[in-house]
Protein backbone atom coordinates (compact mmCIF):
# COMPACT_ATOMS: atom_id res chain seq x y z
CA UNK A 1 0.00 0.00 0.00
CA UNK A 2 1.74 3.05 -1.10
CA UNK A 3 0.10 6.29 0.37
CA UNK A 4 0.32 10.17 0.00
CA UNK A 5 0.05 12.51 2.88
CA UNK A 6 -1.96 16.08 2.06
CA UNK A 7 1.04 17.56 2.32
CA UNK A 8 2.94 15.73 -0.27
CA UNK A 9 -0.11 16.25 -2.77
CA UNK A 10 0.17 19.67 -2.12
CA UNK A 11 4.09 19.34 -2.88
CA UNK A 12 3.37 17.25 -5.97
CA UNK A 13 0.23 19.43 -7.56
CA UNK A 14 3.04 22.37 -6.94
CA UNK A 15 5.60 20.99 -8.48
CA UNK A 16 3.36 21.15 -11.84
CA UNK A 17 5.10 17.98 -12.72
CA UNK A 18 2.95 15.42 -14.89
CA UNK A 19 0.64 12.93 -13.21
CA UNK A 20 -3.05 11.71 -12.97
CA UNK A 21 -4.83 12.71 -10.30
CA UNK A 22 -7.96 10.50 -9.72
CA UNK A 23 -11.52 11.02 -8.20
CA UNK A 24 -12.94 7.98 -7.68
CA UNK A 25 -16.14 8.90 -6.61
CA UNK A 26 -19.35 9.41 -8.52
CA UNK A 27 -19.83 12.26 -11.36
CA UNK A 28 -22.34 13.95 -9.07
CA UNK A 29 -19.68 14.51 -6.03
CA UNK A 30 -17.09 15.24 -8.64
CA UNK A 31 -19.25 17.92 -10.38
CA UNK A 32 -20.52 18.99 -6.88
CA UNK A 33 -16.45 19.57 -5.57
CA UNK A 34 -13.21 18.25 -6.65
CA UNK A 35 -9.16 18.52 -6.40
CA UNK A 36 -7.80 20.96 -8.80
CA UNK A 37 -6.61 19.28 -11.91
CA UNK A 38 -8.49 15.88 -10.80
CA UNK A 39 -9.95 13.64 -13.76
CA UNK A 40 -13.02 11.13 -12.67
CA UNK A 41 -13.29 7.45 -13.00
CA UNK A 42 -15.82 5.89 -10.09
CA UNK A 43 -14.29 3.16 -8.45
CA UNK A 44 -17.23 0.49 -10.37
CA UNK A 45 -15.85 1.34 -13.42
CA UNK A 46 -11.83 1.57 -12.94
CA UNK A 47 -11.50 -1.31 -14.38
CA UNK A 48 -13.22 -0.72 -18.14
CA UNK A 49 -12.01 3.34 -17.97
CA UNK A 50 -8.82 3.18 -17.21
CA UNK A 51 -7.57 1.36 -19.67
CA UNK A 52 -8.81 3.53 -22.16
CA UNK A 53 -8.13 6.43 -21.01
CA UNK A 54 -4.64 5.84 -18.72
CA UNK A 55 -3.03 3.68 -21.20
CA UNK A 56 0.53 4.26 -19.69
CA UNK A 57 1.03 1.74 -17.03
CA UNK A 58 4.21 3.74 -15.79
CA UNK A 59 2.33 7.02 -15.44
CA UNK A 60 2.27 8.37 -12.17
CA UNK A 61 -1.55 8.43 -10.53
CA UNK A 62 -2.94 9.13 -7.29
CA UNK A 63 -6.55 8.09 -6.02
CA UNK A 64 -8.79 10.08 -3.86
CA UNK A 65 -12.58 9.96 -2.51
CA UNK A 66 -14.02 11.89 0.17
CA UNK A 67 -12.24 10.92 3.16
CA UNK A 68 -11.36 8.69 5.93
CA UNK A 69 -14.45 7.14 6.02
CA UNK A 70 -15.39 6.76 2.29
CA UNK A 71 -13.78 3.34 0.31
CA UNK A 72 -13.67 4.58 -3.28
CA UNK A 73 -10.38 5.48 -3.38
CA UNK A 74 -8.76 2.21 -1.78
CA UNK A 75 -11.14 0.37 -4.21
CA UNK A 76 -9.71 2.27 -6.88
CA UNK A 77 -6.27 1.96 -6.15
CA UNK A 78 -6.58 -2.16 -5.69
CA UNK A 79 -8.00 -2.21 -9.29
CA UNK A 80 -5.19 0.25 -10.62
CA UNK A 81 -2.69 -2.22 -9.27
CA UNK A 82 -4.18 -5.36 -10.41
CA UNK A 83 -4.75 -4.11 -13.47
CA UNK A 84 -0.72 -3.69 -13.79
CA UNK A 85 -0.60 0.11 -13.23
CA UNK A 86 2.81 0.62 -11.47
CA UNK A 87 2.94 4.04 -10.00
CA UNK A 88 0.14 4.09 -7.87
CA UNK A 89 -0.82 5.99 -4.90
CA UNK A 90 -3.92 6.26 -2.52
CA UNK A 91 -4.58 9.33 -0.90
CA UNK A 92 -6.81 8.64 2.11
CA UNK A 93 -7.35 12.39 2.77
CA UNK A 94 -9.55 13.10 0.28
CA UNK A 95 -11.72 16.13 0.08
CA UNK A 96 -12.48 15.95 3.34
CA UNK A 97 -8.59 16.73 4.58
CA UNK A 98 -7.47 18.70 1.79
CA UNK A 99 -10.55 20.93 2.70
CA UNK A 100 -9.61 20.98 6.22
CA UNK A 101 -6.18 21.84 5.91
CA UNK A 102 -7.39 24.93 4.11
CA UNK A 103 -6.80 24.08 0.52
CA UNK A 104 -8.25 25.19 -2.62
CA UNK A 105 -11.03 22.85 -4.54
CA UNK A 106 -13.13 23.11 -7.87
CA UNK A 107 -16.77 23.28 -6.91
CA UNK A 108 -19.39 23.22 -9.48
CA UNK A 109 -22.48 23.79 -6.98
CA UNK A 110 -24.54 24.96 -10.72
CA UNK A 111 -24.73 20.86 -11.30
CA UNK A 112 -26.51 20.43 -7.54
CA UNK A 113 -30.28 22.15 -7.32
CA UNK A 114 -31.86 20.35 -4.44
CA UNK A 115 -30.91 17.54 -2.27
CA UNK A 116 -32.10 14.55 -4.76
CA UNK A 117 -32.27 17.49 -8.11
CA UNK A 118 -29.39 17.65 -10.21
CA UNK A 119 -28.84 19.64 -13.33
CA UNK A 120 -28.03 17.35 -16.35
CA UNK A 121 -24.18 18.97 -17.58
CA UNK A 122 -23.71 20.15 -21.05
CA UNK A 123 -26.41 20.23 -23.14
CA UNK A 124 -26.97 21.71 -26.63
CA UNK A 125 -30.34 22.39 -28.37
CA UNK A 126 -29.71 24.01 -32.69
CA UNK A 127 -26.24 26.09 -30.94
CA UNK A 128 -27.98 26.82 -27.65
CA UNK A 129 -27.02 25.50 -23.68
CA UNK A 130 -30.73 24.31 -22.66
CA UNK A 131 -31.03 22.47 -19.48
CA UNK A 132 -31.87 18.94 -18.36
CA UNK A 133 -32.23 17.65 -15.39
CA UNK A 134 -32.29 14.59 -12.81
CA UNK A 135 -34.33 14.15 -9.87
CA UNK A 136 -33.19 10.52 -7.30
CA UNK A 137 -36.40 8.48 -6.18
CA UNK A 138 -36.35 5.78 -4.25
CA UNK A 139 -36.83 3.27 -6.75
CA UNK A 140 -35.90 5.12 -10.64
CA UNK A 141 -34.30 8.40 -11.52
CA UNK A 142 -36.53 10.65 -13.07
CA UNK A 143 -34.53 12.54 -16.59
CA UNK A 144 -36.67 16.45 -17.03
CA UNK A 145 -35.93 16.21 -20.66
CA UNK A 146 -33.48 14.04 -22.38
CA UNK A 147 -30.25 14.29 -23.31
CA UNK A 148 -29.42 16.18 -26.48
CA UNK A 149 -26.46 14.93 -27.22
CA UNK A 150 -25.41 11.05 -25.08
CA UNK A 151 -21.84 11.68 -24.16
CA UNK A 152 -20.01 9.58 -21.71
CA UNK A 153 -20.23 12.39 -19.10
CA UNK A 154 -23.54 11.84 -19.09
CA UNK A 155 -23.59 8.09 -19.55
CA UNK A 156 -21.32 8.67 -16.44
CA UNK A 157 -24.10 10.51 -14.71
CA UNK A 158 -26.69 8.32 -14.84
CA UNK A 159 -24.90 5.38 -14.31
CA UNK A 160 -23.77 6.78 -10.78
CA UNK A 161 -27.17 6.56 -9.81
CA UNK A 162 -28.03 2.62 -11.07
CA UNK A 163 -31.35 2.81 -11.14
CA UNK A 164 -34.34 2.50 -13.88
CA UNK A 165 -34.76 5.54 -16.09
CA UNK A 166 -37.82 7.73 -16.66
CA UNK A 167 -38.02 10.69 -18.88
CA UNK A 168 -40.33 13.19 -18.58
CA UNK A 169 -40.87 15.64 -21.96
CA UNK A 170 -41.92 18.88 -20.84
CA UNK A 171 -43.07 18.43 -24.53
CA UNK A 172 -42.11 17.54 -28.33
CA UNK A 173 -39.69 18.65 -29.44
CA UNK A 174 -37.09 17.93 -27.09
CA UNK A 175 -36.27 14.51 -27.36
CA UNK A 176 -32.61 14.86 -29.00
CA UNK A 177 -30.53 11.75 -28.65
CA UNK A 178 -33.23 10.76 -25.81
CA UNK A 179 -33.83 7.22 -28.38
CA UNK A 180 -30.73 5.98 -27.52
CA UNK A 181 -31.21 5.94 -23.60
CA UNK A 182 -34.56 4.00 -24.36
CA UNK A 183 -32.72 1.33 -26.59
CA UNK A 184 -29.21 1.01 -24.21
CA UNK A 185 -30.86 1.26 -20.79
CA UNK A 186 -34.98 0.48 -21.51
CA UNK A 187 -35.22 4.52 -20.48
CA UNK A 188 -39.46 4.74 -20.46
CA UNK A 189 -40.21 7.77 -22.26
CA UNK A 190 -43.55 9.89 -20.82
CA UNK A 191 -45.32 12.43 -22.82
CA UNK A 192 -48.49 14.54 -22.68
CA UNK A 193 -51.69 12.31 -24.72
CA UNK A 194 -51.67 15.69 -26.86
CA UNK A 195 -47.76 16.05 -28.37
CA UNK A 196 -47.84 12.43 -29.82
CA UNK A 197 -48.30 14.02 -33.33
CA UNK A 198 -46.63 16.92 -32.94
CA UNK A 199 -44.44 17.81 -35.74
CA UNK A 200 -40.95 17.59 -34.07
CA UNK A 201 -41.77 14.63 -31.98
CA UNK A 202 -38.62 12.46 -33.49
CA UNK A 203 -38.82 9.70 -30.37
CA UNK A 204 -42.17 6.58 -29.51
CA UNK A 205 -42.61 7.71 -25.94
CA UNK A 206 -43.48 4.58 -24.08
CA UNK A 207 -46.16 6.30 -21.87
CA UNK A 208 -49.12 8.95 -22.56
CA UNK A 209 -50.21 10.83 -19.78
CA UNK A 210 -52.45 13.56 -18.49
CA UNK A 211 -52.90 16.24 -16.28
CA UNK A 212 -52.44 15.07 -13.13
CA UNK A 213 -50.02 12.10 -13.41
CA UNK A 214 -48.09 11.18 -10.88
CA UNK A 215 -44.35 9.90 -10.62
CA UNK A 216 -44.55 9.40 -7.24
CA UNK A 217 -45.97 11.30 -4.36
CA UNK A 218 -43.81 14.24 -5.11
CA UNK A 219 -44.29 14.44 -8.44
CA UNK A 220 -47.03 15.65 -10.40
CA UNK A 221 -47.80 16.60 -14.21
CA UNK A 222 -49.57 20.15 -15.03
CA UNK A 223 -50.78 20.34 -18.20
CA UNK A 224 -49.65 23.42 -19.31
CA UNK A 225 -50.62 23.72 -23.34
CA UNK A 226 -50.19 26.82 -25.08
CA UNK A 227 -46.08 26.18 -26.20
CA UNK A 228 -47.44 23.26 -27.82
CA UNK A 229 -50.80 21.32 -27.36
CA UNK A 230 -49.24 18.77 -24.48
CA UNK A 231 -46.71 21.02 -23.10
CA UNK A 232 -46.61 20.04 -19.24
CA UNK A 233 -45.02 21.20 -16.10
CA UNK A 234 -44.03 18.65 -13.68
CA UNK A 235 -44.19 19.94 -9.93
CA UNK A 236 -41.65 18.80 -7.31
CA UNK A 237 -43.57 19.24 -4.47
CA UNK A 238 -40.66 17.99 -1.49
CA UNK A 239 -38.50 20.99 -3.40
CA UNK A 240 -40.56 23.09 -4.54
CA UNK A 241 -39.46 23.35 -7.76
CA UNK A 242 -41.72 23.75 -11.45
CA UNK A 243 -40.13 22.40 -13.93
CA UNK A 244 -41.68 23.91 -17.13
CA UNK A 245 -39.66 23.27 -20.25
CA UNK A 246 -40.41 26.02 -22.40
CA UNK A 247 -43.93 26.67 -21.14
CA UNK A 248 -42.56 29.47 -18.65
CA UNK A 249 -38.67 30.39 -18.65
CA UNK A 250 -36.39 32.50 -16.67
CA UNK A 251 -34.30 35.21 -18.53
CA UNK A 252 -32.18 38.06 -16.54
CA UNK A 253 -33.81 37.14 -13.39
CA UNK A 254 -37.03 37.71 -14.89
CA UNK A 255 -40.19 35.65 -16.54
CA UNK A 256 -39.01 35.77 -20.01
CA UNK A 257 -41.17 37.75 -21.83
CA UNK A 258 -43.25 35.79 -24.99
CA UNK A 259 -45.29 38.74 -25.66
CA UNK A 260 -42.27 40.78 -26.35
CA UNK A 261 -40.45 38.36 -27.93
CA UNK A 262 -42.22 36.62 -30.66
CA UNK A 263 -40.11 34.88 -33.02
CA UNK A 264 -43.00 32.32 -33.97
CA UNK A 265 -42.01 30.15 -31.22
CA UNK A 266 -43.56 31.17 -28.24
CA UNK A 267 -47.25 29.00 -29.67
CA UNK A 268 -50.58 30.32 -28.84
CA UNK A 269 -49.42 33.19 -26.32
CA UNK A 270 -52.88 33.59 -24.38
CA UNK A 271 -53.20 29.92 -23.74
CA UNK A 272 -49.56 30.03 -22.63
CA UNK A 273 -50.41 33.56 -20.10
CA UNK A 274 -53.83 31.86 -18.94
CA UNK A 275 -51.84 28.76 -17.85
CA UNK A 276 -48.95 30.74 -16.43
CA UNK A 277 -51.49 32.01 -13.86
CA UNK A 278 -52.32 28.66 -13.62
CA UNK A 279 -49.31 27.86 -12.15
CA UNK A 280 -49.91 30.83 -9.16
CA UNK A 281 -52.32 28.07 -7.19
CA UNK A 282 -49.26 25.85 -6.23
CA UNK A 283 -46.50 25.76 -3.75
CA UNK A 284 -43.09 26.24 -5.39
CA UNK A 285 -40.00 28.79 -5.26
CA UNK A 286 -37.74 27.47 -8.07
CA UNK A 287 -38.46 27.64 -11.89
CA UNK A 288 -36.30 25.12 -14.00
CA UNK A 289 -36.78 25.48 -17.58
CA UNK A 290 -35.43 24.26 -20.66
CA UNK A 291 -34.30 26.95 -22.27
CA UNK A 292 -32.76 29.77 -20.96
CA UNK A 293 -32.02 30.83 -16.95
CA UNK A 294 -33.01 29.21 -14.11
CA UNK A 295 -34.93 31.22 -11.66
CA UNK A 296 -33.47 29.42 -8.57
CA UNK A 297 -35.73 31.47 -5.72
CA UNK A 298 -38.56 33.59 -5.39
CA UNK A 299 -40.02 32.04 -8.88
CA UNK A 300 -43.24 32.66 -7.17
CA UNK A 301 -43.14 36.43 -6.98
CA UNK A 302 -41.57 36.69 -9.98
CA UNK A 303 -44.18 35.45 -12.08
CA UNK A 304 -46.96 37.19 -10.30
CA UNK A 305 -44.94 40.38 -11.00
CA UNK A 306 -45.27 38.97 -14.68
CA UNK A 307 -48.98 38.27 -14.15
CA UNK A 308 -49.96 41.55 -13.08
CA UNK A 309 -48.17 43.12 -15.81
CA UNK A 310 -50.53 42.03 -18.60
CA UNK A 311 -53.76 41.36 -16.77
FE1 LIG B 1 -40.09 24.24 -27.43
Request: hydrophobic share 35%.
Amino acid sequence: MREISTRGLKKLIDSKKKFILLDCRGIDYYLWEHLPGAMNIRWKYMEEKAIRMITDKKALIVTYCDGFTCMASLKGYKTLKKMGYKNVFEYSGGTADWNAQGFKTIKNPKYRIAENVYRFPNQVFYDEQVNSYLIEEDDFILLIDGPQQLTDEHEDFILYFDKPIKVFMSHGPTAGETELLQKKYRAKIFLHKKDEKNEWLTIKPDVLFEDGYEFSKNLRVIHTPGHTRGSSTLHDMKNKVMFTGDHIEGKDGKIYDFFKHRDGTEGDIKMRFENAKRLLEYDFEKILPFHYDIIPKKAKSILLEFIHKYS
